[in-house]
T-cell receptor
Framework: GENVEQHPSTLSVQEGDSAVIKCTYS??????FPWYKQELGKRPQLIID?????GEKKDQRIAVTLNKTAKHFSLHITETQPEDSAVYFC?????????FGKGNQVVVIP | NAGVTQTPKFQVLKTGQSMTLQCAQD?????MSWYRQDPGMGLRLIHY???????DQGEVPNGYNVSRSTTEDFPLRLLSAAPSQTSVYFC?????????????FGEGSRLTVL
């Protein structure tokens, strides 16, 4: 099955700086790559996604890039704010299943 | 719309007891799934269903049963609870399958097995 890995596991950034989280996946047939944000004690919620026919997608301060050849994709958060502090999960879809990475704890330091 | 509703939110069981986690969605989603979340392990797929009458195993199905008799409901059954099943459980649904768009999660059910 699909194996998704995220790096780093914890990331601390100063408010206003950028944060980048990288994920790798194993199944070259995977074609959908969403990112979910989970605040403490809350449910995961989709923040951005990308499909395999697109290399980059932006939504305000958030962007995702995909490199199919290398089988990795990244989440970029610019001008970080305290409300960006959360756990971020990447995922990859293959064989009717969505496989999640183990999550990245992002801490934005005011 | 209520979205995805899970009950109960909290439950404490003794080893060997059985219970059912309920999940219902009112968005007419065909795809429903159950994940468990453990510290440092991310979200791991237990079982999923692509429509009424159809279920399949995910990454960690042992110790859990599911059924899908209606589009709206997807209960998760623990037949004989074990301490290893202590976790937070999330039910999630989407329109057709997990790759066609957003997965909507319930609020989660925290289960402790003593």
């Amino acid at each position: 099955g699909e194996n998704v890995e995220q790096h780093p596991s914890t990331l601390s950034v100063q408010e206003g700086d950028s944060a980048v989280i990288k994920c790798t996946y194993s199944d070259s047939a995977s074609n959908y790559f969403p990112w979910y944000k989970q605040e403490l004690g809350k449910r995961p919620q989709l923040i951005i996604d990308i499909r395999s026919n697109v290399g980059e997608k932006k939504d305000q301060r958030i962007a995702v890039t995909l490199n199919k050849t290398a089988k990795h994709f990244s989440l970029h958060i610019t001008e970080t704010q305290p409300e960006d502090s959360a756990v971020y999960f990447c995922a990859a879809h293959g064989n009717n299943r969505l496989a999640f990475g183990k999550g990245n704890q992002v801490v934005v330091i005011p | 719309n209520a979205g995805v509703t899970q009950t109960p939110k909290f439950q404490v069981l003794k080893t060997g007891q059985s219970m059912t986690l309920q999940c219902a969605q009112d968005m007419n989603h065909e795809y429903m799934s159950w994940y468990r979340q453990d510290p440092g392990m991310g979200l791991r797929l237990i079982h999923y269903s692509v429509g009424a009458g159809i279920t399949d195993q995910g990454e960690v199905p042992n110790g859990y049963n599911v059924s899908r008799s209606t589009t709206e409901d997807f209960p998760l059954r623990l037949l004989s609870a074990a301490p290893s099943q202590t976790s937070v459980y999330f039910c999630a649904s989407s329109y057709v399958s997990a790759n066609t768009g957003e997965l909507f999660f319930g609020e989660g059910s925290r289960l402790t097995v003593l």
